[in-house]
């Protein structure tokens, strides 16, 4: 079993900062791929930036720019820096870690959630 635990989110103005922070934990287990998605109300979950064990990001275009993953494999956890927020980025911000076991199954785990609301 992997717990996922976030920190971060908040409250800010139009143009600001904030950071979201995403950590796995558990035994028996190796980290593939951590993201952040995010989802409206009524909406679907959307991803925003992922990270790969290897290293490598993508991001949604509407973030391009303005949006950084990273990520520290060693300690199974990822930071979203977001920058020159919008009001369209006002969401429940979520983390998600896709994992393998040591018998070589995968499996997707969520965090709880964050809020992110950008006043304008």
């Known amino acids: 079993q992997v717990q996922v635990v976030e920190s971060g989110g908040g409250l800010v103005r139009a143009g600001g900062s904030l950071r979201l922070s995403c950590a796995a934990s558990?035994?028996?287990?190796?980290?593939?791929?951590m993201g952040w998605y995010r989802q409206a109300p009524g909406k679907e979950r959307e991803l925003v930036a992922g990270?790969?064990?290897?290293?490598?990001?993508n991001y949604a275009d509407s973030v391009k720019g303005r949006f950084t993953i990273s990520g520290d494999n060693a300690k199974n956890t990822v930071i979203l820096q977001m920058d020159s927020l919008e009001p369209e980025d006002t969401d429940v911000y979520y983390c998600?870690?896709?994992?393998?076991?040591?018998?070589?199954?995968?499996?997707?785990?969520w965090g709880q959630g964050t809020q992110v609301t950008v006043a304008s």
């Open positions: 558990g035994n028996g287990f190796s980290v593939d791929t």
């Open positions: 990270f790969t064990s290897g290293g490598r990001t």
């Open positions: 998600k870690v896709v994992a393998k076991s040591r018998a070589g199954f995968t499996f997707q785990y």
